[in-house]
């Protein structure tokens, strides 16, 4: 449940070290810490770009927005819920999409179509939402006739894939209306 103003996503000085380099920590605060005391609020409605160089951390932080980063201090707090509550996460990574930075890695099925309504089906949704939702999503993403016959990984270029991916997860989130989502 969104009111109006919780913040979607509520970063509070979060800290987070991978594990493998949290031997050389000093005073609580390892040296290689990827993330220092990071706040960040996204408001429904909003459009949040995170630009940075390579490496400075962006992949970390969207990684704390559906808990498969948990921050060694501070909070993440999706619609409300606090991302460290095990009870919470499944509800929180059901909020929160993620395109990942090579889609192609993300491609499940064999055709687009098939591919948008995977998320849909592990979810156990009846067959007639599966289908209203995918046909929602690729007439507003993608051109239905080529969604229907194209592989996920043959469209001229990169582009697709990622095209695919998101089409996904608009399709897994409502089509996007009151959700997040991340591409790394
Ligand atoms: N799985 C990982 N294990 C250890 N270190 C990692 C891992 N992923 C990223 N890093 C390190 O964390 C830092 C931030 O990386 P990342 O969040 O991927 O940055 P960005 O997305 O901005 O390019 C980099 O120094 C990177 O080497
Ligand atoms: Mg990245």
Not at 66 to 81: E, F, K, T, W
Request: glycine fraction near 8%.
């Amino acid at each position: 449940m969104s009111i109006a103003h919780t913040p979607l996503i509520d970063i509070q000085k979060i800290v987070y070290t991978y594990p493998q380099q949290k031997k050389d920590e000093v005073d609580g605060l390892a040296s290689s810490a990827v993330l220092r005391e990071v706040d960040l609020r996204v408001m429904q409605g909003e459009y949040v770009v995170l630009l940075g160089h390579n490496g400075s951390g962006k992949s970390t932080l969207a990684r704390h927005c559906n808990a498969l980063l948990l921050p060694d201090s501070g909070r993440v707090l999706i619609d409300g819920q606090d991302s460290r509550d095990v009870a919470k996460q499944r509800r929180i990574r059901e909020s929160v999409g993620m395109i990942f930075q090579n889609p192609d890695n993300q491609i499940i099925a064999t055709v687009v179509e098939d591919d948008i309504a995977w998320a849909l089906t592990v979810r156990g949704l009846a067959v007639d939402i599966i289908r209203e939702r995918v046909a929602t999503v690729m007439e507003a993403r993608i051109a239905a006739s080529i969604a229907r016959r194209v592989r996920p990984d043959d469209y001229a270029g990169h582009s697709f894939a990622g095209r695919s991916g998101l089409s996904r997860t608009c399709s897994n989130y409502g089509a996007g209306q009151d959700n997040s989502g991340w591409a790394t």
